[in-house]
Each structure stands twice: as structure tokens, then as C-alpha cells.
């Protein structure tokens, strides 16, 4: 369905040469990558372990009745409702060229395709599964909700730098306009999803607000994007403070249970990634608009997946689980999937 709806789009011109490296040199920037002697793969190192220490932190404090579950709900509500929707709107506050922006209609094109046929793919799994329908949306909802910009926007910026991050940038606009209307529905499985909650949820709202000022010429007064942008930095430690407090009280046997959890991991680390890379590199489509759409769908679960689990009523003990064990097996599946598009592509 995907390779049908990629032909169709007849998308096979090149978008310019502002990416145009040639394959000698990113085969040697991978192995400073995956070596780890390059200032960007240190920065991705360092992140990862400032990420273990949080949701380290927020065990300890989660034992000690610190964060005890009133203060994490309120604290899920406060990232929701106004540090995440700060976060998006901060991050689409950029200037561009009017050159760049017609370069990365591509890559807008391909990645609807791709979530739609993701969506297709989460609607085909419904029909076949016996699981609760609770349960089932909790797994689907995991699926489809990546961590594309902690995970993925670093790997990108390794590979090809600002530029790069500008065109994964606008990849990702369909990951937050499909994540914030249907995702959300799929963690209330059995409630009629009215437009209002598909489109009126401060996600969505806030992506659309972000995608009007990123076309906007220009960018927002330092007073006002300045504070968003504080505001918005707060997302990801709540979010590793209350995943952390939540693993905090299970037993350590239990952090990859349920099973499924690993089966939504490898969708999203393995199979994504493989199907999208065999796909795009059939088409013979220029090198940025197969590794960049195949590194952003080769992300593990998004940070806060557990929060809006919380928010939203399903299970986010076992949606904290999934966090920690897909972005763990990142740290070994990201190279992988680099060196295999720098190699092959």
C-alpha cells in the first residue's frame, strides 16, 4: 500500500543540493558517530545518560513518597496543558527561506504517506486483535507516538547538521498533527471521538498555531518566544521525574512486562524503519528523503507517552515501561539503522 501510494506521488525530482554530501564523507562521519569522537555523537551521549540520571532521580524520589500520585497528576496536567504545547510552539519558531521551504515539500509528501499508512496499518491490527480494547489502544497509541525529536533530530544533525534538523523539522509536522488527533482517541477506545476532541485537544491547537508562525516570515519577539521557550524545557524532566516515580514503586522483574511492550518496541525500532528504507530506496529518491524519514521512524516511544496515558485515562505504568525499554534499545538499534543508510543509500 505505501510503495503504490509513494508511486502515485510521482515525487522522484531532487530537492537541491543544500544536503548534497557525498557518500565517501558520510560513510566517515558515521564511524565518528558510532565511534563516539565526534562533538554531536558526545552531545547524543551525554543526553542519554542526563536522561538515565533523571528518571533515576525521580525512582528515588517516587520511593520516598516525594512524588507521591496527587503531585504527579498535577504535574501531568501542568506538561499538557501548557509546557508541552509551549515546547511545539518554541520549537516551530524559526526562520526559513522560501528556497528551503519548497525543498521539504518532499518530505512533507512522503511523511502523510507514511502516516497514513501507519494508520492503516494500526486500523488492520484492531480488526485482527482479541486484546481489551483498552489494552489495544494503549499498544496502537505506542506505536504511533515517537520520540522524534530527542531521538531523532540529534542523529539527523550528526548526519547532515542545521539543515538537516530543519528538514526533519518539517518531516515531523504530520507526526504531531496525526499523534494529537487520532493518537489521542486511541487511548479512549469505546467514546465517540466528536471533531472537538479529534481538533480542539491543546496539542492539536498548538501544533497548528506553531505551523502558522513557522510560515510566518520572521520569527516571534525575543519576550515571547524566550518564555515559551522556558516554559517548554520543562516537558521532558517532568516527564522523566513521573516516568521514573512510577517505575520506582514496580519490581524490577516487571519493567519489561507486559510482553507486548517488546512487541511494540521492535515495531517501531525494526520494522518501521526496514519497510520505509526498502520502500524509498525501490524508488530511487534522492539520499536526504530516505534517511532522514527512515531515522525519524526509527525512534523508540516518545518521553511523554506515559503522561498523556495518565492524562487520558489508560494505563501509564505499563506506557513508562515501554519508554525506558524502547529507548534503551535505541541506543543500540539508532547506529545500526545509520550505518545501514549510509552504506546503502
Known amino acids: 500500500m505505501l510503495l503504490w501510494l509513494l508511486q502515485g506521488g510521482g515525487y522522484k525530482t531532487r530537492c537541491g543540493d ?21 562533538d554531536n555523537m558526545q552531545e547524543v551521549l551525554r543526553e542519554l545518560a542526563v536522561l538515565l540520571v533523571i528518571l533515576c532521580a525521580g525512582a528515588y524520589l517516587g520511593k520516598r513518597g516525594v512524588l507521591g500520585e496527587a503531585c504527579i497528576l498535577q504535574l501531568n496536567k501542568f506538561v ?39 494508520v492503516l496499518f494500526l486500523e488492520a491490527w484492531k480488526r485482527v486483535s482479541r486484546r481489551p480494547p483498552q489494552e489495544l489502544g494503549l499498544l496502537r497509541f505506542l506505536v504511533l507516538f515517537g520520540n522524534t525529536a530527542f531521538m ?37 477506545p469505546g467514546r ?19 505551523f502558522l508562525i513557522f510560515l510566518i516570515p520572521g520569527t516571534l519577539p525575543y519576550t515571547i518566544h524566550r518564555p515559551l521557550e522556558w516554559i517548554g524545557d520543562i516537558t521532558i524532566p517532568v516527564c522523566l521525574l513521573n516516568a521514573g516515580a512510577r517505575l520506582g514503586t514496580s519490581k ?13 518496541s521492535l515495531i517501531r525500532l525494526l520494522a518501521f524503519p526496514a519497510v520505509l528504507f526498502l520502500v524509498l ?17 526509527g525512534t523508540p516511544v516518545a518521553l511523554t507517552a506515559g503522561l498523556f496515558a495518565e492524562e487520558y485515562g489508560n494505563d501509564a505504568c505499563v506506557a513508562n515501561r515501554a519508554v525506558v525499554l524502547s529507548n534503551l534499545l535505541a541506543v543500540v538499534t539508532m547506529p ?4 545501514i543508510l549510509l552504506r546503502w543509500v
Not at 543544500?18 to 569522537?37: C, E, H, P, S
Not at 530506496?281 to 534517511?291: D, F, G, M, Y
Open 281 to 297: 530506496r525501490a524508488l530511487k529518491l534522492p539520499e536526504q528523503w530516505i534517511i532522514i524519514p527512515t531515522v525519524i521512524f
Open 192 to 210: 465517540r471521538a466528536g471533531i472537538k476532541k479529534w481538533f480542539g485537544n491543546i496539542g492539536f491547537l498548538a501544533t497548528i498555531v506553531g
Open 18 to 38: 543544500a544536503l548534497g554530501d557525498d557518500r565517501r564523507t558520510n560513510v566517515r562521519r558515521f564511524f565518528i558517530i558510532v565511534l563516539g569522537k565526534g
Open 336 to 339: 545500526v539503522w545509520v550505518w
Open 80 to 118: 499538557v496543558n501548557v509546557a508541552f504545547p509551549a515546547l511545539m510552539i518554541a520549537s516551530l519558531d524559526q526562520d526559513f527561506t522560501a528556497e528551503l521551504f519548497r525543498d521539504s515539500v518532499g518530505l512533507m509528501v512522503i511523511s502523510w504517506l507514511c502516516f497514513g499508512a501507519v
Open 152 to 188: 531523532g533530530y540529534p542523529v539527523v544533525r550528526a548526519v547532515y547538521g542545521s539543515t538537516g534538523v530543519f528538514y526533519a523539522s518539517i518531516f515531523n509536522l504530520a507526526h504531531h498533527f496525526v499523534s494529537f488527533s487520532y493518537g489521542l482517541s486511541l487511548l479512549q
Open 252 to 264: 524490577l522483574r516487571d519493567l519489561a512486562k507486559p510482553h507486548a511492550i517488546w512487541g511494540t
